[in-house]
């Protein structure tokens, strides 16, 4: 597996190189009054990839932290569940052990076939 990651970043590596040197006419960029220096092509692409990255860097750490609150969230939630569970469990434990003992609760009786 090994090699097959070794080829492919040599691939990566030649077509980064030959992008470069296919591309290194000197272009000038303007938004609006504003002009930069002269710089090769291949420059102005790797710096709008390096932005792209960054850009999409920040997003992904916004998500991230965003399902970190929902997990907190979700997961307060589940224990103030889990305490009213636990709260109904122990109101029938207690229901069901007066309720014969007093002659008020309701009386099952379980029939088998055989």
Same mark, same amino acid.
């Given at each position: ?5 070794? @080829? $492919?970043?040599?691939?990566? @590596?030649?077509?980064? $190189?030959? $992008? ?8 000038? #960029?303007? /938004? /609006? ?6 710089? +090769? ?5 790797? #710096?709008? /990839?390096?932005?792209?990255? @960054?850009?999409?860097? #920040?997003?992904?750490? /916004? ?21 009213? $569970? ?13 309720? +014969? ?14």
């Amino acid at each position: 597996m090994w090699i097959v990651r070794w @080829i $492919l970043i040599a691939t990566i @590596i030649i077509v980064i $190189l030959g $992008l470069a040197l296919q591309n290194n006419q000197l272009v000038e #960029l303007t /938004f /609006f009054t504003w002009h930069s220096a002269r710089i +090769p092509v291949y420059m102005v692409i790797y #710096l709008a /990839f390096a932005a792209g990255m @960054i850009v999409f860097m #920040l997003l992904s750490i /916004f998500r991230s932290v965003q399902q970190s609150l929902e997990i907190r969230r979700n997961k307060k939630t589940i224990r103030q569940l889990q305490e009213e $569970l636990d709260k109904i469990k122990s109101a029938l434990a207690t229901e069901d052990e007066a309720g +014969p003992a007093s002659g008020g609760g309701k009386t099952s009786t379980v029939v088998q076939k055989e």
